[in-house]
């Protein structure tokens, strides 16, 4: 079965200071990897996602994120943070089957409050 | 792309009634996926629509829900003798194939 970690639940940052979002998975297959934002009271929406090739993603609003087969990490960061950056952040993995069903497993989330 | 469409917003009600949600995906979408985020909590997975049939459902889906998507476009999820537990945010979700998938708003149901 798969699994997500997301160790922090809310980290405060600085405005304009650099964000690291940790994310840990489990899986026995090879798997796709998620990152969502979503803002209060509205549905997530897709930051950026991993499938295959380059290990390094670049989403949107400036975020990327770098996928680590051998830690099973896959950390969300942003290198200058906005006050519009303040959202909750899901990790999710799903696995790397072609066609068919995938199941997408979220992590708990993470608070970013962004302080002026 | 009008986006994932989820009515009502907001729903209370009295404990012991009955529900019914609506949501309808992107026009293109062949995937429905229906989830339950409760504070503090990710996203859980409830079922699982492509086109009108139900492949999957979540051991969270107890006999009280029932989703249907009957002509493969819109989806409908019901829940009977509402508990207190029901209380949460209920997203849906679609995709075209396997690409990632796309959320409406969410519907917050509240039971007194």
Same mark, same amino acid.
């Given at each position: 079965?798969q699994?997500?970690?997301q *160790?922090d639940?809310?980290?405060?940052v600085?405005?304009?200071a650099?964000?690291?979002l940790r994310?840990n998975?489990s899986?026995s297959? /090879?798997?796709?990897?998620?990152?969502y934002v979503q803002?209060?009271?509205? +549905?997530?929406?897709? =930051?950026?996602?991993?499938? /295959?090739?380059?290990?390094?993603?670049? @989403?949107?609003n400036?975020?990327e994120?770098?996928f680590n087969k051998s830690?099973t990490?896959? !950390? *969300? $960061?942003?290198? /200058?943070?906005?006050?519009?950056?303040t959202a909750?952040?899901?990790?999710a993995?799903s696995? @790397?089957?072609?066609? @068919?069903? #995938?199941?997408?497993?979220?992590?708990?989330?993470?608070?970013?409050?962004?302080?002026? | 792309?009008? +986006?994932?469409? #989820?009515?009502?917003?907001?729903k209370?009600?009295? $404990?012991?009634?009955?529900?019914t949600? $609506?949501c309808?995906?992107?026009?293109?979408h062949? $995937? *429905?996926?229906?989830?339950?985020?409760?504070? @503090?909590q +990710?996203?859980?997975? *409830?079922?699982y629509?492509?086109?009108e049939?139900? =492949?999957?459902?979540?051991r969270l889906?107890?006999?009280r829900?029932?989703?249907e998507?009957?002509?493969?476009?819109f /989806?409908?999820l019901?829940i009977? %003798?509402?508990?207190q537990?029901?209380?949460?945010?209920?997203?849906c979700?679609?995709?075209a194939d396997s690409?990632?998938? !796309?959320? +409406?708003?969410g519907? %917050?149901l509240?039971?007194?």
């Open positions: 079965a699994s997500v970690t *160790l639940s809310q980290v405060p600085f405005e304009e650099p964000v690291e994310c998975y899986s297959v /090879s798997v796709y990897l998620f990152w803002y209060p009271n509205q +549905g997530l929406q897709l =930051l950026l996602k991993y499938l /295959s090739g380059s290990t390094l993603v670049k @989403g949107i400036g975020f994120a770098e830690q990490s896959f !950390h *969300l $960061r942003k290198p /200058s943070v906005h006050i519009s950056d909750e952040y899901f990790c993995v696995e @790397g089957n072609s066609g @068919g069903y #995938q199941k997408v497993t979220f992590g708990t989330g993470t608070k970013l409050q962004v302080i002026p | 792309d009008t +986006g994932v469409s #989820q009515d009502p917003r907001h209370i009600t009295k $404990r012991g009634q009955n529900v949600f $609506r309808d995906p992107i026009s293109e062949n $995937r *429905l996926y229906w989830y339950r985020q409760t504070l @503090g +990710g996203p859980e997975f *409830l079922t629509f492509q086109n049939a139900q =492949l999957e459902k979540s889906l107890s006999d829900f029932s989703a998507r009957p002509k493969g476009s /989806s409908t019901e009977q %003798r509402t508990e537990g029901d209380s949460a945010m209920y997203l979700a679609s995709s690409n990632p998938q !796309h959320f +409406g708003d519907t %917050r509240s039971i007194l």
